[in-house]
Nanobody
Framework: QVQLVESGGGLVQAGGSLRLSCAASGGIFMLNTMGWYRQAPGKQRELVASISTGGATNYVDSVKGRFSISRDNAKNTVYLQMNSLKPEDTAVYYC???????????????WGQGTQVTVSS
């Protein structure tokens, strides 16, 4: 069973930056396309960025040009660099298996606790 632990969230002013990290264990991390999801209050969880095993990245339009996803297979870790943050980026952020080019790819059944990102205006 895969265990996922997210970290790096916090409170930041609009225009600021944060770097999120996700450590994975218990699974074959390097064989899976990974993604960052977010869930804002009252909204469904959405996949916002994904990275293939080979490092190809994809983003939803709302974060394109501001967020950057990367991975270190040797450390079983995936990162999300978030720049030019906006109040609408406020959400709990999670990592899990996911691919924006393959909506049918299901995430791992277990989720981490997520990390809260709050952007003040």
């Amino acid at each position: 069973q895969v265990q996922l632990v997210e970290s790096g969230g916090g409170l930041v002013q609009a225009g600021g930056s944060l770097r999120l990290s996700c450590a994975a264990s218990g699974g074959i991390f390097m064989l899976n396309t990974m993604g960052w999801y977010r869930q804002a209050p009252g909204k469904q969880r959405e996949l916002v960025a994904s990275i293939s095993t080979g490092g190809a990245t994809n983003y939803v339009d709302s974060v394109k040009g501001r967020f950057s996803i990367s991975r270190d297979n040797a450390k079983n870790t995936v990162y999300l660099q978030m720049n030019s943050l906006k109040p609408e980026d406020t959400a709990v952020y999670y990592c899990n298996r996911g691919n924006l080019l393959m909506p049918g790819l299901l995430p791992f059944p277990s989720w981490g606790q997520g990390t809260q990102v709050t952007v003040s205006s």
